[in-house]
């Protein structure tokens, strides 16, 4: 993932967005948080003057950084999905810190009882992470700014949807690594003319609007927990 030069005056901002996050209100179901499990994994959350992001610090290096995966990032998608709150649970019962579906549980052999612990639902979240890298094939030399929104519009939308938007880009000539040319396609996905030809797998899709939002916010928090918080 790139390294972003920002100015020490994000921190600031970043600081109040953190402590907004534990403030926000919120319209998902929550469980009591003694039932995820919060304290069996081996990594205790940390007191107001020991973190930088958020209490789950600790947490987010000891599984990422193994995993191969920045822990800024991974914070940063925690801060959109659930503002650190691990005991939410949405409508459509995602789960946790990174609001983990039931199926992605599933595919990694999990039970479903056990995925908002907080250890394993950031554990499922890096492996999610790597199986969509591996399955976008990008090129070699695809720049990292497009490279993360790719890759986060694949977490967000799912990948299916994002490898229709590629194969698009490669029918009409363009370039499938290119977030921007994604980005159109999966706007023109919401099109019958479109999500009917022959080279989509995935039919229609019409959440592109959230998609960009979602990565524009993760990207946001990304470069400012960078600015905050070195490796």
């Known amino acids: ?5 920002f100015k020490k005056t994000a921190a600031a901002l970043a600081v109040l967005l953190v402590l907004a996050a534990f403030w926000a209100s919120d319209t998902s179901t929550a469980t009591d948080p003694a039932e ?3 304290f069996s994994s081996g990594y205790s ?6 973190y930088v992001i958020s209490p789950y610090d600790e947490l987010m290096r000891g599984i990422c950084e193994p995993e ?6 991974m914070s940063a998608i925690a801060y959109h999905e659930s503002r650190f709150r691990s005991y ?10 990174m609001q983990i579906m039931p199926s992605v549980a599933r595919q990694f052999g999990v039970p479903v009882e056990t995925a908002a612990d907080p250890t394993t639902n950031v554990w499922l979240a890096c492996k999610l992470l790597t199986r969509i890298e591996e399955g976008l094939y990008m090129a070699y030399g695809t720049p990292d700014e497009d490279r993360l929104r790719i890759v986060l519009a694949s977490y967000n939308s799912g990948l299916g949807h994002v ?3 590629r194969r698009l880009a490669r029918f009409y000539g363009e370039n499938p690594d290119s977030w921007e040319v994604v980005k159109h396609y999966l706007r023109m996905k919401s099109r019958p003319e479109f999500y009917r030809h022959r080279v989509v797998k995935c039919g229609r899709f019409a959440g592109s609007r959230q998609t960009q939002a979602y990565v524009d916010d993760v990207v ?12």
């Open 220 to 231: 946001e928090h990304y470069r400012i927990y960078c600015c905050m918080a070195e490796r």
């Open 68 to 73: 191969g995966h920045d822990w800024r990032l």
């Open 163 to 165: 490898n229709d938007a």
């Open 88 to 97: 939410l649970v949405s409508p459509r019962g995602a789960r946790g810190l």
């Open 36 to 38: 995820t499990g919060i």
């Open 1 to 5: 993932m790139f390294e972003p030069m």
């Open 45 to 50: 959350l940390l007191s107001d003057d020991d």
